[in-house]
């Protein structure tokens, strides 16, 4: 069984930051697409950016130059950091891995960025 938690999700200010964090737990025995998506109120959940096994980086063009994305395989996690908050990247933020082609998923972290 394959375990996602999320963390490090808040409230913070318009120019703000933030660094979300996801570590997965499970038997595993490789991770190869490791991202992090997000879901607004009334809007669908989109992609904000992914790593490959091998470090290939994808980007929403939304969130280009403003959030850095990492994985660390030896411990199974992988990183968010978010720059430069704006109150449009406000939603629920959900980790996502791959798995021997299956997708799982983490419960969802709040990020609120308002004055």
């Known amino acids: 069984q394959v375990q996602l938690v999320e963390s490090g999700g808040g409230l913070v200010q318009p120019g703000g930051s933030l660094r979300l964090s996801c570590a997965v737990s499970?038997?595993?025995?490789?991770?190869?697409?490791m991202g992090w998506y997000r879901q607004a109120p009334g809007k669908q959940r989109e992609l904000v950016a992914d790593?490959?096994?091998?470090?290939?980086?994808n980007y929403a063009d939304s969130v280009k130059g403003r959030f850095t994305i990492s994985r660390d395989d030896a411990k199974k996690t992988v990183a968010l950091q978010i720059d430069s908050l704006k109150p449009e990247d406000t939603a629920v933020y959900y980790c996502n891995v791959v798995v021997a082609n299956r997708e799982y998923w983490g419960q969802g972290t709040q990020v609120t960025v308002s004055s």
């Open positions: 499970g038997s595993i025995f490789a991770i190869y697409n």
């Open positions: 790593i490959t096994r091998g470090g290939t980086i």
